[in-house]
């Protein structure tokens, strides 16, 4: 069974960087699809990026384009979403979600507890 914890979030100035993890248990994270979502008060849910089985490709909404950057450690077994350039807008919760599956990032079952992300004018 894939379990994931997400951690890293905090309080960033605006135009500043953050890292995100999410630790993955139960399978190797080269055999599943990885996503990153993140939900602000008020507002649907909506991914900001997501890695692949298929030669780890990446996926990123244009909201977040060239600003944030999703990876993986095979070894330790974590996903990165790297963030920078970061704008108020992007505050939110963040959750990383993994199938094994699947590799479509919208179809992703399995969630982590998620980490608040705020970033500050």
């Known amino acids: 069974e894939v379990q994931l914890v997400e951690s890293g979030g905090g309080l960033v100035q605006a135009g500043g960087s953050l890292r995100l993890s999410c630790a993955v248990s139960g399978r190797r994270i080269g055999d599943i699809t990885v996503g990153w979502f993140r939900q602000a008060p008020g507002k649907e849910r909506e991914g900001v990026g997501c890695i692949s089985t298929v030669g780890g490709q990446t996926y990123y909404p244009d909201s977040v384009k060239g600003r944030f950057v999703v990876s993986r450690d095979n070894a330790l077994n974590k996903v990165y979403l790297q963030m920078s350039s970061l704008k108020p807008e992007d505050t939110g919760v963040y959750f990383c979600?993994?199938?094994?599956?699947?590799?479509?990032?919208?179809?992703?079952?399995?969630w982590g507890q998620g980490t608040q992300v705020t970033v500050l004018l």
């Open positions: 979600a993994a199938d094994y599956r699947t590799t479509v990032c919208n179809l992703l079952n399995v």
